[in-house]
């Protein structure tokens, strides 16, 4: 499979090989993501932990099944969806949680010195506090309680250095500044002592037997804080039950949590069943007031009947008198109860008139029965909207748009409200006024009674109506209180807030653990990917091949000798063995040469450093070795290097024969190695490429020609100077020589671009300092031509020397340092 892409450049990737570049940084992997994985570790245990718990409870308008419409006084104040509404904005209420804050004490802090911090030790410890609340504590200091014996503890805190200590009532959630002459408090307490000091009010209650020894803390905080940071009561509907609600909370303390929840329900309920029944309440006291009074009026009334009766000695009416009596008490009755009626439209037109906040105690009506069910409707859903801005105001602003919108809602309600109270105030009047025209008719007829039956008439009609209203307020007494007894909640816990065991939302371990492997991945993998668009440098002899028209002779593996006499010192080595490949590949840029003749071969490079002296003395070697007569040149005349590895002066050399001060022979010098002459540079000329053009390097290279096998000339770089281009014309062979990771890739396109002109001819390139282990895929030296490269000695089994062993250093930082 072809895995190589050509991009719009003319670059190719060769994606196996990218991969293989990737793969070679597997220690870089590997300790990236043992470090991600330990700060992993670290910040599961670091950050505070966080549980969440739920509880569901119902919310829906029940009435006992016992009581009939007509007979239940719990009349119901709004439908199914605003009674949901209604109790999501209680719960999110900064009221309502102030009562479970109060309730539960929240607003004191139970506190244990953890690995990383104080730790809310809420439910854990062996004690709770019992708060005098009112009177004052020590605000916000940490007070340590430390377990002295089986019943016994100390308790001690530091006062503020600068004698001035705030303290805290939370029954009236105010502040008092008191001032102290010690800076510790220190005192030993019995389980059944009150502490009661100017800074401290409390006592402890024992739940768990004491540890001897163990210390905690408590701290009290601020109440509005600690309501503020309980507020966050996750309120969500169900799906599919519109009328139940999951609450949720988060928090560090499950115990906490469990409480909270649990208690924010029971306030609920609490609360919903007194609204409930405040309807009933209030008409209950009113029916009392006005019962006691009609139960005066009746009681007097049965004595005035009598004493009547008795003085007047008349005790039964005729039969005219019966029916006038009948019928005027039935129409006294009715005219009373439209007069009542009348009354209570009339007080609550001008309630609505007057006030903007809706009270139910305010609309309980004067007389009990409200005949108009679009009034009684009107007024139940008004207070439902009513109760729901006041709850609302709690939590947002009055421009706030949901008030806003109940606003509205709240005058349309109530302009409906007027005008129904005007259109029965119109009926009730015309209904009076016919009452009043046949009362009028009948006390006529009552005229025309003998005078002592007119006035037993008017007695026992007065004590009629009486009785009749006393026992119609009896039955309403009983109605109310049965109502208020019977009353059924509307909120159901389906379930309670409870521990099952639930691990911490946050922070989750295994999803940090696997974040910390994709970093370990990611990051790394980034940084490859950075580091190989800013990469300039040569990695691989294919890199050569495919970006350049120079053929690539061979590679030199990475010289570990102490010197570049590597083929000398080390002949088994790797690297003496890929200068034999070379000297072997290298007869096939000599074939336009005599076979019997000398040959020349020029060694270059583009900058520095590259390893051309090295390859230049190497390459005189094994050719030396071979038998046959060798001469190194040593023609980089700016910095020359030569002399320095043979152990040799630089005062004479070539420098000295280009301006005739001495012949050539006195400027040759043998060496240790066999056949191998030296003609070093000499000394550093003012002038060194002008030296090169002259007639005596002419003859210097026809007289070397007749005494010497193979001449090997070091010159300068060509991407520096032009010296060794001039020298081009001597050569029968030239080598450029480039190193790996450290030429860069635009340094050879110049030699390039010469070779593609025909203006340089039997060139080739050899990758020098190569590494087979390398980052950047296979490498050469296995039978490709190329020379064996670095590392060949592995597989030698002995017949090529190891390289110099590494330091343990050496072998602690090549770990981590992804070889070139």
Do not use: C
Not at 206 to 219: A, M, S
Not at 579 to 597: C, W
Not at 798 to 811: I, R, S, V
């Amino acid at each position: 499979m072809n895995t190589k892409t050509n991009l719009n450049s003319g670059a190719n990737i060769d994606v196996k090989d990218y991969i293989y570049k990737v793969l070679a940084y597997w220690k870089l992997f590997l300790v990236t993501i043992i470090i991600a994985l330990i700060a992993a570790k670290f910040i599961n245990g670091y950050l505070p932990k966080k549980y969440s718990l739920n509880t569901i409870i119902s919310v829906k308008e029940e009435n006992n099944p016992l009581f009939s419409t007509g007979t239940n006084i719990a009349f119901n104040w709004g439908g199914a969806s605003d009674e949901v509404e209604t109790v999501k904005v209680i719960l999110r209420s900064r009221s309502h949680n102030e009562i479970v804050v109060k309730r539960l004490n929240f607003f004191i802090e139970y506190l244990q010195e953890g690995k990383f911090r104080l730790e809310d030790k809420y439910g854990y410890t062996p004690f709770v506090v019992n708060l005098d609340n009112s009177k004052y504590q020590m605000y916000g200091k940490l007070i340590e309680i430390e377990l002295t014996g089986e019943e016994t503890y100390k308790v001690s805190f530091n006062f503020n250095e600068s004698g001035n200590n705030r303290l805290i009532n939370y029954q009236n959630n105010s502040f008092l500044n008191v001032p102290s002459k010690e800076l510790k408090f220190t005192k030993e307490y019995h389980i059944k002592d009150t502490i009661n000091t100017a800074f401290l009010n409390f006592s402890l209650k024992q739940v768990l037997p004491f540890n001897v020894g163990e210390k905690y803390f408590i701290r009290f905080g601020s109440f509005d804080g600690t309501v503020a940071a309980n507020s966050g009561v996750s309120v969500s509907t169900i799906t599919n039950a519109a009328s139940m609600l999951n609450l949720t909370k988060q928090g560090a303390n499950k115990n906490r949590i469990v409480d909270y929840l649990n208690a924010t329900v029971k306030v609920l309920d609490s609360v919903k069943k007194i609204q409930k029944i405040e309807y009933a309440v209030n008409t209950r006291a009113y029916i009392d007031t006005l019962f006691i009074a009609e139960e005066k009026r009746l009681r007097q009334l049965e004595i005035d009947l009598g004493n009547y009766r008795k003085n007047n000695n008349i005790y039964d009416l005729s039969s005219q008198g019966t029916e006038i009596f009948g019928e005027s008490v039935i129409l006294e009755k009715e005219k009373q109860t439209l007069l009542s009626y009348n009354e209570y439209l009339n007080n609550l037109k001008r309630y609505l008139k007057s006030n903007d906040k809706i009270e139910r105690s305010v609309l309980v009506p004067a007389s009990l029965q409200v005949e108009d069910q679009k009034i009684t409707s009107l007024i139940s859903e008004l207070v439902v909207k009513s109760s729901a801005r006041e709850s609302l105001r709690g939590v947002v602003k009055d421009n706030h748009p949901d008030i806003i919108q109940i606003d509205r809602e709240i005058q349309i309600i109530k302009n409906n409200l007027q005008e129904n109270i005007a259109s029965l105030q119109t009926i009730n009047r015309s209904r009076l006024k016919q009452l009043n025209n046949k009362l009028i008719a009948y006390n006529s007829k009552k005229k025309k009674l003998p005078q002592k039956e007119q006035g037993l008439i008017s007695f026992q009609r007065d004590y009629e109506l009486s009785e009749a209203n006393y026992s119609y307020l009896k039955q309403k007494r009983y109605e109310a209180g049965t109502a208020i007894a019977a009353n059924v909640s509307d909120v159901k816990i389906i379930d309670t807030a409870k521990d099952l065991g639930n691990g911490p939302t946050y922070p989750v371990p295994n999803f940090n653990y696997l974040v910390a492997i994709m970093l370990g991945v990611v990051l790394p993998l980034f940084y490859i990917i950075i580091r190989e668009l800013l990469d300039n440098k040569i990695h691989t002899a294919e890199e050569i091949q495919n970006n350049y028209a120079i053929p690539v002779l061979g590679v030199v593996g990475k010289n570990t000798s102490k010197n570049n006499l590597a083929v000398f010192e080390r002949p088994k080595s790797s690297v003496a063995e890929s200068f034999r490949a070379l000297r072997s590949n290298i007869q096939f840029l000599f074939k336009n040469a005599s076979d019997k003749g000398s040959k020349t071969l020029i060694l270059t490079s583009s900058v520095s450093g590259e390893g051309k002296t090295m390859i230049s003395i190497n390459m005189a070697t094994v050719f030396a070795l071979s038998g046959k007569k060798t001469i190194l040149v040593g023609l980089d005349l700016r910095k020359p290097k030569i002399f320095d590895d043979f152990g040799l002066p630089n005062d004479i050399g070539v420098v000295n024969y280009l301006i005739n001060q001495k012949t050539l022979p006195e400027v040759i010098t043998k060496t240790k190695i066999p056949n191998l002459d030296l003609v070093l540079s000499g000394p550093i000329p003012p002038n060194p490429s002008e030296l090169m053009l002259n007639e005596a390097a002419d003859k210097m290279f026809h007289q070397l020609k007749e005494d010497y096998d193979y001449i090997i000339i070091d010159t300068p770089p060509v991407g520096l100077v032009s010296d060794a281009l001039e020298l081009f014309k001597y050569s029968d062979a030239v080598i450029y020589v480039i190193r790996q990771n450290y030429t860069e890739k635009g340094m050879m396109r110049m030699i390039d671009d010469k070779y593609k002109n025909k203006e340089v001819t039997n060139i080739s390139y050899v990758l020098n300092d190569f590494s087979i282990k390398s980052k950047y895929g296979y490498g050469y030296g296995y039978g490709y031509g190329y020379g064996y490269g670095y590392g060949y000695g592995k597989y030698g089994y002995g017949y090529h020397e190891n390289d110099a062993p590494k330091t343990f250093l050496q072998k602690i930082l090549g770990f981590f340092r992804p070889k070139k």
